[in-house]
């Protein structure tokens, strides 16, 4: 595959750390975002990734990097991977506070992101924009016990990316929404059963063979559908 230029979001830890090394070690160029740039990991430093400061929650950090991306040469895949969990398990800790702290990161964030690359976008080769989501998003599967502000967010994430795939359709875009599966990283915790570098590996090749026919799927990462 001819290199890429990927962008990545939340990329100091976890899957957002996995998807920029793994990238940067098949040949793309990839521009890794974090919120804090004096707090990198070795391994990010090491692994030959661009750095930009973003918080996904802030409009003004988004313009800003915009403002950066969209003055090169162009950009083929945004991973819309910076999220945060929700700390309401239950209907007594639900709270107006929690669902905009998530919602913000988690759904206006990749929205107006998306918004916000298009010039850079329209110019790549790919045009594809890849949501991380969650299987707990899917209304017709809903679990209980886990944050409501988080599943509410992945879910709405979900019709944001069913509506970029519409409009961006005429444009040749390929929006998906993927759900990485329960890793082991600082929000899944150590019972997760899966390797966040494995899952990334496998989540890449899956979306390396989508097409502007997969636009607005929901997927895990071997490609199989979850139902809405």
Not at 126 to 154: C, D, Q
Request: aromatic letters at 6%.
């Amino acid at each position: 595959m001819p290199t890429r230029s990927v962008l990545v979001t939340g990329s100091s830890r976890g899957l957002g750390l996995e998807f920029a090394v793994a990238l940067a070690r098949a040949g793309d160029q990839v521009i890794a975002t974090v919120r804090n740039t004096a707090k990198i990991s070795e391994r990010l430093r090491g692994s030959g990734v661009r750095v930009e400061s973003l918080d996904a929650a802030d409009p003004a950090s988004i313009h800003t990097l915009a403002e950066k991306i969209n003055s090169g040469p162009g950009l083929d895949l945004l991973i819309n991977n910076a999220g945060v969990i929700g700390q309401d398990p239950t209907v007594d800790a639900l709270s107006f506070d929690e669902f905009r702290r998530v919602f913000d990161t988690n759904v206006f964030g990749p929205a107006v992101m998306t918004r916000a690359l298009l010039p850079a976008l329209r110019k790549g080769k790919s045009r594809a924009v890849w949501n991380i989501s969650s299987e707990l998003g899917s209304i017709a599967e809903s679990t209980p016990g886990f944050s409501y502000a988080y599943s509410a967010s992945k879910s709405a994430l979900n019709m944001v990316t069913a509506r970029l795939a519409k409009d961006l359709a005429p444009d040749g875009f390929t929006v998906v929404s993927f759900c990485p599966g329960w890793n082991k990283t600082d929000m899944g915790g150590a019972q997760a059963p899966l390797d966040p570098a494995d899952s990334i590996a496998k989540l890449i090749a899956t979306g390396n063979r989508l097409t502007a026919a997969d636009s607005g799927r929901y997927m895990r990462i071997d490609g199989s559908t979850i139902p809405w």
